[in-house]
């Protein structure tokens, strides 16, 4: 069974500092993994994914992730925080060839940037 | 423009009640998904379907029905054998296999 862990539920960070949300994952064989963010009382937006190839993605918004298969890692990161940065953050992982691409995603980090 | 459209936005259940969330899409995507989200613990799937007329319990399906009569279309029943049926349920759709999924702006069901 595939598992993700967002170990930290809150983050909190000043505008304009390099911002961190942590994602480990468990998957049988090679994994597709996903960023997601919410914000309140909407759906989820893709930020950014890892299919195969470079381990450092760059997505939306001047987000980027990079995938680190010893450590089972694909950290978040964000070189300056905006404010409007704020919101819900979720991991996902689905396997390479499972089923129905079925994802299983993690708790969940709420980022809150300081002006 | 294209998308995934859930609707109502808010909805409340009486005691026995069965109520229906609509979620369309005119995306031409064949996999659909329902996720439940209750706070502090992600997103967990209801019901998926990989084409028209065939749908898969997910992890958490008991108390909850789904149809795929058409390709556009997912509406998820919550029924009177679901309990705690409070939460925000997201609707989501998938184009191919490398492709991430696109989510609804969800639902937010309460109890009368």
């Known amino acids: 069974a595939q598992s993700v862990a967002q170990p930290e539920d809150q983050v909190n960070v000043a505008e304009g500092n390099p911002l961190t949300v942590k994602c480990t994952y468990s998957?049988?064989?090679?994994?597709?993994l996903f960023w997601y963010v919410q914000y309140p009382n909407r759906g989820l937006q893709f930020l950014l994914k890892?299919?195969?190839?470079?381990?450092l993605v760059k997505g939306s918004y001047g987000f980027e992730a990079e995938f680190n298969k010893s450590q089972t890692s694909f950290h978040l990161k964000k070189p300056s925080a905006l404010v409007s940065d704020s919101a819900l953050y979720f991991c996902?992982?689905?396997?390479?060839?499972?089923?129905?691409?079925?994802?299983?995603f993690g708790s969940g980090t709420q980022l809150t940037v300081l002006p | 423009d294209g998308g995934i459209t859930q609707s109502p936005k808010y909805l409340f259940r009486k005691e026995g009640q069965n109520v229906t969330l609509s979620c369309e899409q005119n995306?031409?995507?064949?996999?659909m998904y329902w996720y439940r989200q209750d706070p502090g613990q992600g997103l967990r799937l209801i019901y998926y379907?990989?084409?028209?007329?065939?749908?898969q319990k997910g992890d958490i399906a008991e108390g909850y029905s789904v149809s795929r009569e058409k390709k556009e279309s997912f509406p998820l029943t919550v029924t009177s054998a679901q309990k705690n049926p409070t939460a925000f349920y997201l609707c989501?759709?998938?184009?191919?296999?490398?492709?991430?999924?696109?989510f609804g702006d969800g639902t937010r069901l309460s109890i009368l």
């Open positions: 989501a759709s998938l184009g191919g296999a490398n492709q991430p999924q696109h």
């Open positions: 890892y299919i195969t190839g470079d381990n």
């Open positions: 379907s990989q084409i028209v007329n065939d749908f």
């Open positions: 995306l031409n995507h064949d996999a």
């Open positions: 998957v049988s064989g090679n994994p597709y």
């Open positions: 996902a992982v689905s396997p390479v060839g499972g089923s129905a691409r079925q994802l299983t």
